[in-house]
């Protein structure tokens, strides 16, 4: 195969690992596609539920024409036994001749074992083609996986001079319909939404995702509420039976109010505090030992500002609409003290520009970023709040 027929083939294998989307969690999104004679013979995707790995159904759709084919496939073949058993040793049983394969598997149960499992089986490998792609793909798994921290991206909506609602608290809306509806995708490809009481009380929002494609595992919507101020009449618990709501408060709030929230369905989980707030790397690490491989943080202003303190953002995207709402008590899309001077506020690296309507989409890595698929250049000491535990629960 040429380099132009591998990348060609591998797109389509991306392109079925897209479909995984808002259905593999918590493993990976990984597509398949076997090629023979420059013909595809078969293809798969992951679905958690399906269990079977993207090489195992592009395996059983191949059948015995698998046979001295070519595969491709936008992650390593797995080489231990999960839920399933080992993918790369399916591929060797099937006498496939030749595996390019988009990424290494950063979980450390897999990390080069499977390719090494082809090569002395004599199949020749390739690797790296379409890899930034893939990457993106794999994103909030490689996080998850290597940290024990879910990925977190921020999202915030805003106008041109950066504030998220007017003096008298007016925010809805500032950006578009189709600002609102990249935000349910937002919320169809992670695992939870994170929110402060702030928002809650000042807008009672829902927090679901209503978005067209089913999302196979609930979204989780958790509020961060230092006091448990959060009103039991709030929208959240209208859904609470079919979406998840996780309420992190202090040790000390009163337990009044945690006994009616807990009545309304909620699950109210105290949490070490950092300043009078809750610690949101604490709720980071709780969220990430229950699976969780993304979040969604939406605000408000204070949360923004908590999360970029203590260097927890990923990713975030800057919604920015065309209008200007000034006065200085306006609210900013980042509150709390401010960074004390130039030098220490963090610096982001600008990966995308999009348009959603009429509102310009920033996506920017901070330096800090543990995302593999960062512009910035890799870390070479392994992140902070990596866990042998979370690692090795990691399953694919």
Known sequence: ????????????????ARRGVGEASPNPTVGCVIVRDGEIIGEGWHAYEARDHAEIRALDAAGPRAHGATVYVTL????????????????????????????????????????ERLRRAGIEVELGVCASEAQRLVEAFACHVTTGL??????VGMSLDGRIATASGASRWITSPDALRFGQRLRFELDALVVGVGTVRADDPALTYRGRRQKVRPLVRVVLDSHLRTPPRARIFETVASTPVLIFCRPRAPARRRKALEARGAEVVPVPSLGGRVDPRRVLELLGKRRILGVLVEGGSAIHWSFAAAELYDKFYFIVAPLVLGGARA??????????????APRFRIARRFRAGPDTVLEAYPSYSRSIASPWPRRETAPSGATATARASARR
């Open 150 to 155: 879910p990925l977190v991206v921020g999202k």
């Open 76 to 115: 390593e073949p797995c080489a231990h036994r999960g839920r399933t058993g080992p993918c790369a040793e399916a591929l060797v049983r099937a006498g496939v001749r030749r595996v390019v394969a988009a990424l290494v598997d950063p979980n450390t149960r897999v990390h080069g074992r499977g390719l």
């Open 331 to 344: 609210l900013p899309a980042f509150g709390g003290e401010g960074f004390p001077n130039i030098a220490e």
């Open 1 to 16: 195969m040429s380099q132009v027929e591998d990348s060609r083939f591998m797109r389509r294998a991306l392109g079925l």
